[in-house]
């Protein structure tokens, strides 16, 4: 005969199962998170710069190059988890090129892949550079 001050303990066993399970891959859900908008980011960020510099025309590449750094970096420099500062810069004639790299500390290493000490993200935005000047005397 069942005493009726008794529950049964199979929500106890259940509940201590699945509730930290859940604690983990929310926990491990957010991280990820983190890491996809550090992404999105850096790269935002990236092509923003090139943007700004392919819209410099009448610089020498030498200032374009030094302007497109200084915007990358005032860009990123608040807005990405350690960011590594002086991003790479390729100057053509017909387009400008950026990349920057930022990481991510594995603080997770109990449960989410132990022998990686940070997840490090590098992207590369471009930009076209047109001048009108040049198209039009080519044209003529």
Known sequence: MKNKNMIDAYMTIEASFIVP?????????VYWMFYIY?????????????????????????N??????????ELL???VF????????KIDL?????????????????IVNQDVNSYTTERTAKSIRINPVTIIREIY
């Open 21 to 29: 399970l859940m604690v983990m891959i929310t926990v491990v859900i």
């Open 38 to 62: 550090n992404n999105c980011v850096v790269y935002q960020d990236c092509y923003i710069a090139a943007l700004r510099g392919s819209q410099m025309m009448d610089s020498s590449n030498a």
């Open 64 to 73: 374009i190059q030094e302007s497109v750094c200084r915007y990358a970096n």
């Open 77 to 79: 420099t608040n807005q």
């Open 82 to 89: 350690q960011y590594q500062i002086n991003p790479k810069i």
């Open 94 to 110: 017909a387009k400008i090129e950026v990349s920057a790299v930022s990481s991510i500390d594995n603080k997770l290493k109990t």
